[in-house]
């Protein structure tokens, strides 16, 4: 019996000893280490962004935390600007005089037709004034020249200011103008029937203000807009949206059209030749009604 324990206890002592020396599993195969390193890396990314004061890079990682969205959704709901009557610098040439320009005068012929109630091709509607005149199409440079004033002078030594309310289709050739009956008897016997003129851009004193019309049919989602009574010629006209301010493109008609009815109904900005800019707040959204405001362009 003894030396069966003796031999019992040494293959004891044995296999312990062979069991301590195998090798054991090696770091990283466990399978719960598995997952919880990627969810450690997707959690931890915030707080592992660098603290140095100096902004990411457009397009880096930093660029796209939180706090860097968060910034730029608060610039984009921040409300534009408030808007201001908008001079232009002494030195500042015209920015969009078009072909009739400041400081030029201009060879034509006159000639003259019967104006009736004074509405013509730039639809501001019948008129009580009848010193208008319809420029010809090369000058008139789709509904550009509508609303300017502008100074004629015949060979005579006579002149008078008229406005121009109508165009004069081919074969009016560039520098003529049109004059209604009752303009062209201020300069000569209308029997003359055609006389050589000269004609320059004029900036008259005046104590209206400009107004503001929307089309017949306009809506939120389509208008048209016309600037009414200007002093000066329209450049640009401007309309504010949510991604700030849209140039409008003009029609042959003299109105400036949203087809999509971006900015209808909002604040206006109009730009005159000058580079001035008037921006007018409130206009409601009604179609052919002239709504008054409340300011005009300075006189030049």
Not at 63 to 85: C, E, L, Q, V, Y
Not at 158 to 183: F, H, K, M
Request: contains cysteine; hydrophobic residues 40%.
């Amino acid at each position: 019996m003894l030396g069966t324990a003796v031999i019992l206890t040494a293959a004891g002592v044995l296999f312990c000893l062979m069991t301590a020396m195998l090798p054991g599993p090696k770091a990283g195969t466990d399978a719960g280490a598995d997952v919880a390193a990627p969810a450690a890396t997707r959690t931890g990314a915030a707080s592992s962004a660098p603290t140095s004061p100096v902004p990411p890079a457009a397009g880096s990682p930093a660029a796209a935390t939180p706090s860097a969205t968060a910034a730029a959704t608060t610039a984009a709901a921040a409300p534009p600007p408030t808007a201001k009557k908008t001079p232009p610098a002494a030195s500042t040439p015209a920015p969009s005089a078009g072909r009739i320009r400041p400081d030029t005068t201009y060879k034509g012929v006159a000639t003259a037709y019967a104006a009736a109630d004074g509405n013509g091709a730039c639809l501001f509607g019948p008129s009580d004034d009848l010193m208008i005149a319809a420029m010809n199409t090369t000058d008139y440079e789709s509904s550009r020249a509508c609303g300017a004033y502008v100074r004629v002078r015949a060979a005579n030594g006579a002149s008078i200011t008229v406005r121009i309310t109508n165009e004069c289709p081919l074969p009016c050739a560039p520098g003529q103008l049109d004059l209604s009956e009752q303009a062209f008897a201020k300069l000569t016997d209308p029997k003359v029937g055609r006389i050589p003129i000269t004609w320059s851009l004029v900036s008259p004193r005046t104590s209206d203000t400009l107004s503001l019309r929307y089309k017949t049919g306009s809506s939120a989602h389509w208008c048209g807009i016309q600037v009414i009574d200007h002093r000066n010629p329209v450049a640009r006209l401007e309309v504010r949206t949510s991604q700030g301010w849209r140039k409008l493109p003009r029609t042959d008609y003299n109105y400036f059209l949203s087809a999509d009815g971006g900015g209808c109904g909002g604040a206006i900005r109009i730009t005159d030749i000058y580079g001035e800019q008037l921006t007018v707040d409130g206009t409601a959204l009604l179609p052919n009604v002239a709504q008054p405001t409340r300011v005009q362009f300075a006189a030049h």
